[in-house]
């Protein structure tokens, strides 16, 4: 088991940035896939980005060359860089883990952008 925290979350405007991260309870060296989701009201979950162990990134198209997920094992986080924000980008952003066929999610943190 581990739990994650996100954090990082806020109000932006359109074009701006944020950072957010994700802190694991225990090392995440055995998670070979970790990465993001978002929810936006009203509609279901959707793939933001994900990053394995090897380094091995993969994106949701709509976030290509503007998001970039990175992990760091030696400090057991996981970090999403928003650059170029839209208001469609709006949305509840969760990280997880996942190690074999277990899935973590941490709680999530909002993310709004105003036009």
């Known amino acids: 088991q581990v739990q994650l925290q996100e954090s990082g979350g806020d109000l932006v405007q359109t074009g701006g940035s944020l950072r957010l991260s994700c802190a694991a309870s225990?090392?995440?060296?055995?998670?070979?896939?970790m990465g993001w989701y978002r929810q936006a009201p009203g509609k279901q979950r959707e793939f933001v980005a994900s990053?394995?162990?090897?380094?091995?990134?993969n994106y949701a198209e709509f976030v290509k060359g503007r998001f970039t997920v990175s992990r760091d094992n030696a400090k057991n986080t996981v970090s999403l860089q928003m650059n170029s924000l839209k208001p469609e980008d709006t949305a509840a952003y969760s990280c997880?883990?996942?190690?074999?066929?277990?899935?973590?999610w941490g709680q999530g943190t909002q993310v709004t952008v105003s036009s």
């Open positions: 225990r090392s995440i060296n055995n998670f070979a896939n």
């Open positions: 990053i394995l162990n090897s380094g091995t990134t």
């Open positions: 997880y883990a996942q190690q074999r066929w277990d899935r973590y």
